[in-house]
């Protein structure tokens, strides 16, 4: 097995596009330290070939969050309408249009990077979300109001923000490289500077690259050997950049914390259950999170939004949608990512009594009843 975590989970929000031009290798510059881009490139190439240790915490993640493999268990491509082109994955595919094959590679790599020392050293993160502290305001109100609003445990819940720049310091991607994938520490010493190397180049921002941050997820709490990761929610800077480059930043943060809400909902509610394998499996519990999120952001106790606002979150999921039938990571294409959240919003519309929430256990029933409905063919 190659080293790797796969981000694109079941606990993700976003699948990330996989189309990639290839272009020609740009040519090897060197560095002020003498590190070239070659050698940190061989460094790097050298690192993601070998095995990850089974007791890292990087496997346990890995471990913890879906596998990302395709599976036997393959929806039928050919039942269903679907695109990956839409205005926010288009944005980040042309952000990244001049990208070889081996820069993609890298830029796996560092989003791995990033997310191991968001989810290890969260306390090392500023409590800013946005890149520049922009969505702060709306994710801290949104995240107390989801509290009040479903019946289970919030406090427990740590919300962190997801921003890559430990990517230019070596000795922070140094410490990932070494507690996270059992690096010995001079290896990780040199990949943490060939990785600082490599960020710093204009095709990844100087490692601030949309890519890497585009990206939120949930996951429950981690033992590691040494201390205890609470149960967390992750807000990537770059998701939220890209919703602001298509026009949808009235809403897209409350709607990605919903979602990511919605799977803590499904964490300490037992809802992961299910005798649907794979694909089916993963869409099931995605779909779920984008009906409570509807829900939440309608509902007149909930975010209560109006019409035009109710529009725009509509968009937010079908923009994410993806078309990875084979993927047990699968979401549900971009039509039943909308369906799922339109379910959401009728269900708030026609609570009765007007301000009475419903349980989650209550919601998850109703919302197992119409998923053989929601993601019905309809090609
Ligand atoms: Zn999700």
Redesign the pocket.
């Known amino acids: 097995m190659k080293r790797s975590i796969r981000l694109r989970t079941?606990?993700?929000?976003l699948v990330m596009t996989a189309g990639l031009l290839a272009l020609p290798v740009q040519a090897q510059a060197a560095t002020a330290d003498g590190t070239s881009l070659a050698q940190a490139e061989t460094l790097l190439d050298k690192f993601q070939a070998e095995a990850v240790p089974a007791s890292s915490p990087a496997a346990q993640l890995q471990k913890r969050l879906a596998e990302d493999q395709d599976t036997a268990d393959a929806i039928d491509p050919s039942a269903y309408q679907c695109t990956t082109s839409t205005p926010v994955r288009d944005w980040l595919a042309a952000s990244r249009s001049d990208w070889t094959r081996s820069d993609q590679n890298d830029a796996d790599l560092f989003l791995q990077v990033v997310l191991l020392d968001s989810v290890l050293y969260p306390d090392a993160h500023s409590k800013q979300f946005g890149a520049q502290g922009e969505f702060t305001k709306v994710v801290n109100r949104t995240f107390g109001d989801l509290g009040r609003f479903w019946d289970i445990d919030a406090s427990r819940i740590d919300v962190v923000a997801m921003h890559p720049d430990v990517l230019l310091d070596p000795a922070g991607v140094q410490r990932v490289f070494q507690e996270a994938f059992g690096v010995p520490e001079e290896a990780a010493k040199k990949l943490g500077e060939a990785v600082a190397t490599i960020a710093d180049q204009d095709k990844f921002d100087h490692g601030q690259h949309p890519y890497f941050t585009f990206n939120a997820?949930?996951m429950d709490g981690l033992d590691l050997t040494d201390r205890t990761i609470p149960p967390e929610i992750i807000m990537g800077d770059g998701v939220l950049e890209g919703y602001k480059a298509v026009g949808l930043d009235d809403v897209a943060p409350a709607s990605i914390l919903a979602?990511?809400y919605?799977?803590h909902v499904q964490y300490q509610r037992d809802l992961f259950e299910t005798d649907l394998t794979g694909p089916e499996a993963s869409r099931r519990?995605?779909l779920m999170?984008d009906s409570f999120a509807g829900y939440y952001l309608t509902h007149v106790r909930g975010a209560h939004y109006k019409w035009d606002r109710v529009r725009d979150f509509q968009k937010v999921f079908f923009q994410l949608g993806d078309c990875s039938f084979a993927a047990a990571s699968h979401?549900g294409t971009p039509n039943q990512r909308l369906h799922a959240a339109q379910y959401g919003f009728t269900l708030a519309e026609l609570a009765f009594p007007r301000g009475q929430v419903m349980p989650t256990v209550e919601f998850a029933a109703k919302f197992e009843k119409v998923l053989p409905q929601m993601v019905a063919p309809d090609a």
């Open positions: 079941a606990a993700t929000v997820f949930a979602h990511e919605g799977h519990t995605e999170a979401h």
